[in-house]
């Protein structure tokens, strides 16, 4: 896969606690020299969507932890939207698909999901969870609709792993994020079965694809 096939796939990622506007923007111009979209904090989404427009813009839903209460959530998101997001990735609640609460981890996701017109991912967080737990989170997103599912948040121990892709798969596409940081494991990823790479190094892994 070239540079160019490979760049849409790839939302270049900038979420830690200390992101400022300057980080997002420098986030977004890599994103719109190198054809990648760009995933980016909630609160400067509306910046984001006036100053690079031609970017494909996610923003983070429940973020990181995804124990907000599901109105909380499907607020955020709404206002996410009309901000001019492009692309929702919330974060499922953990604690309930570990105690096996899983109608209500469907039902705050389908109320996110009716709530906007754009694509919402969920984040499953892999490393937290069993794989009869994954397999869960991920019938859960897909009985609500969601787009996608997602590995990490990148703020749990562990990322994405081929074996959690190919599970995960079994649902829905897959965005695989959280420790893919070169050419040769995005590849892995998408070959597992992924159809997005969720990272911070999209650069990187640009660097290494054919041109």
Partial sequence: ?????????????????????????DVLDVAADHGMNACIPPYAVEHAAHYAP?????????FPHG????????????????????ELDVVLNVADVKTGRLEAVENELAELVAAVPIPVKVIIETA??????????????????????????????????????????????????????????????????????GASSGVEILEGAPE
């Fill in 128 to 197: 937290l969870l069993t794989d009869d737990e994954k397999r869960d989170g991920c019938e859960a997103a897909r009985e609500a609709d969601a787009a996608m599912v997602k590995t990490s948040t990148g703020f749990a121990d562990g990322g994405a792993t081929v074996s959690d892709v190919e599970l995960m798969s079994e649902s829905l596409p897959v965005k695989a994020s959280g420790g893919v940081g070169s050419y040769d494991e995005a590849i892995e990823m998408l070959e597992a079965g992924a159809e997005r790479i």
């Fill in 54 to 62: 031609e970017v494909t813009v996610a923003t983070v839903i429940g």
């Fill in 1 to 25: 896969m070239d540079r160019d096939e490979l760049a849409p796939l790839i939302d270049h990622t900038v979420l830690g606690p200390e992101t400022t506007i300057a980080d997002v923007e």
């Fill in 67 to 86: 124990q907000n209460a599901p109105d909380v959530k499907r607020r955020e998101g709404v206002l996410a939207w009309k901000a001019g997001a492009d």
